[in-house]
Nanobody
Framework: QVHLVESGGGLVQPGDSLELSCEAS????????IGWFRQAPGKEREGVLC???????YAASSVKGRYSTSRDNAKNTLYLKIDNLKPDDTAVYYC???????????????????WGQGTQVTVSS
C-alpha cells in the first residue's frame, strides 16, 4: 500500500523560506511522477510542481521563481522549497503520485493516484 507523509509545515513570516518533505513508502517511484499540490482557503486544489521518474520537472506558472522541488531517490523523499514566502502561499500542501505515463499531466488532480494527508503552511506576521 502506498503511503505519502508530508512534513515541515507551520507558521512562518513573510519573506521566510520553508522546506517541506514528502516521504513515500510502498511505491516504486521509477514508475511514477511525484509532486506537490496546494489548496488555499476557499480555493480549489492546484498543482504546484512535479517531477517525473526520469527527472523532468513541471511547474505551475504561478510559482516559477520562488518554488523548487527535488527528490532523493535513496530516501524515497521529495522536497519542496519555497523562498520569500508571501501570505498568498498560505495553504495546505499535499504530496501526490501520478503514473509516469501521464507525467505531462502530473499537475492535474484527475491524474493523481495517491494523495498524502497534507501539511498546513500559514504565512503571517
Amino acid at each position: 500500500q502506498v503511503h505519502l507523509v508530508e512534513s515541515g509545515g507551520g507558521l512562518v513570516q513573510p519573506g521566510d523560506s520553508l522546506e517541506l518533505s514528502c516521504e513515500a513508502s510502498g511505491v516504486n517511484l521509477d514508475n511514477f511522477a511525484i509532486g506537490w499540490f496546494r489548496q488555499a482557503p476557499g480555493k480549489e486544489r492546484e498543482g504546484v510542481l512535479c517531477i517525473g521518474s526520469r527527472g523532468s520537472t513541471y511547474a505551475a506558472s504561478s510559482v516559477k521563481g520562488r518554488y523548487s522541488t527535488s527528490r532523493d531517490n535513496a530516501k524515497n523523499t521529495l522536497y519542496l522549497k519555497i523562498d520569500n514566502l508571501k501570505p498568498d502561499d498560505t495553504a495546505v500542501y499535499y504530496c501526490a503520485v501520478s503514473p509516469q505515463m501521464f507525467v505531462k499531466r502530473c499537475l492535474e488532480s484527475a491524474y493523481v493516484q495517491v494523495w498524502g494527508q497534507g501539511t498546513q503552511v500559514t504565512v503571517s506576521s
